[in-house]
């Protein structure tokens, strides 16, 4: 494998918060625009942020998932049930 179709392979590169954090970043220092640190490094955060954003909305869901299915009077939970059961009854069936 030569080295050009390995870079290709590996994936690297920058990506576009890195790009903006150096455009940001030096812009900042040569002092062409007067923004705050924090909006300067905001292609760090803002990702990130959505990221665990997006893993607390899963979580919420899955909880709320969870304590449907707990509750007993789930037509998700008596479908299971009933389903399990009539699996049961077949095993029986064919152990007699």
Same mark, same amino acid.
């Given at each position: ?14 990506? =576009?918060?890195? /790009?903006?954090? *150096? +455009?940001?970043? &030096?812009?900042? !220092?040569?002092?062409? #625009? ?15 942020? =959505?990221?665990? /954003?997006?893993? *607390? +909305?899963?979580? &919420?869901?899955? !909880?709320?998932?969870? #304590? ?29």
């Amino acid at each position: 494998m030569t080295n050009k179709n390995r870079r290709k392979s590996a994936g690297g590169g920058m990506g =576009l918060p890195t /790009l903006l954090l *150096i +455009i940001f970043l &030096i812009l900042k !220092l040569t002092h062409v #625009i007067d923004w705050s640190w924090l909006w300067v490094l905001s292609p760090l955060w803002i990702p990130a942020s =959505l990221v665990v /954003l997006f893993f *607390i +909305i899963i979580g &919420i869901i899955l !909880l709320a998932a969870l #304590i449907g299915l707990t509750s007993g009077k789930s037509r998700m939970t008596a479908g299971i049930k009933s389903w399990f059961c009539k699996k049961d009854q077949e095993d029986n069936i064919d152990v007699q």
